[in-house]
């Protein structure tokens, strides 16, 4: 009961910040930038600054599906990220550029991150899969007393929360430090006026919201699962 009432009020919380997120967004890109960059342009200035030549600045599709890829090195921004002209464009654009710079200086965070993704991929899909077991079979072995069965389903469970959780705590200083970035420099190199970097700062403290949503759900799964798993052993 305690961890659906917590899995109930992360799933909310969760979804106001993405509301606001998108909210917040809306908002800022209704106000043009006095220096008139885009997105786009805003992201190859910032790379040019820190000497990286070898990092391409693409238009993709999808409203805030803006990332860095290190694989192919290309800073890919959605197209009202890549086009626009605003606070937003201006924040996003330059926070991807942040994790371009991260990966040109071996910012350790991100390297460790990187190393992490292939076990977090394959953590997500036995986790898919082990889910479905519980849910069509995992109660019926529970009420008929197959501990044997159910406690090393719970131990590789318990060991891909793991990983998932510790992934998404990677996760937060490579986020916050990539936004740390953009907004120096957004602010050094006066891309925006005093009252656009406080539209671009508040933009991206949304965005940041979402990761710590994510690594405190996370957490609270290990821990749910944790529980599970000693409860079976006792």
Not at 103 to 122: C, D, N
Not at 158 to 166: F, G, H, P, R, S
Request: aromatic share 10%; glycine share 6%.
């Amino acid at each position: 009961m305690i961890f659906l009432i917590i899995s109930f009020a992360m799933m909310f919380v969760g979804m106001f910040i993405s509301y606001r997120l998108k909210n917040k967004f809306k908002q800022y890109s209704l106000t043009p930038l006095v220096s008139n960059l885009s997105g786009a342009e805003i992201a190859q200035k910032m790379l040019r600054d820190y000497n990286i030549f070898d990092v391409k600045v693409i238009c993709t599709e999808g409203m805030l599906t803006d990332h860095y890829n290190p694989t192919n090195k290309t800073v890919n921004l959605s197209n009202e990220v890549y086009y626009g002209r605003n606070a937003a464009a201006a924040a996003i654009s330059a926070h991807e550029c942040g994790h371009a710079v991260q990966h040109a200086t071996a910012y350790s965070m991100l390297s460790l991150r990187s190393k992490m993704v292939p076990a977090q991929i394959t953590s997500a899909k036995v986790l898919n899969i082990l889910n479905m077991v519980f849910l069509f079979g995992g109660f019926l072995l529970f009420s008929r007393g197959g501990g044997g069965i159910m406690v090393p389903l719970l131990i590789v469970m318990v060991a891909c929360n793991l990983v998932i959780t510790l992934f998404a705590l990677v996760t937060l200083p490579v986020e916050f430090d990539a936004s740390k970035r953009a907004l120096a420099w957004i602010s050094e190199k006066h891309i925006v006026t005093p009252s656009e970097y406080d539209m671009s700062k508040d933009a991206l403290k949304w965005a940041a919201l979402t990761y710590l949503v994510a690594a405190i759900g996370a957490i609270a799964n290990l821990l749910y699962y944790v529980s599970l798993l000693m409860g079976r052993r006792d």
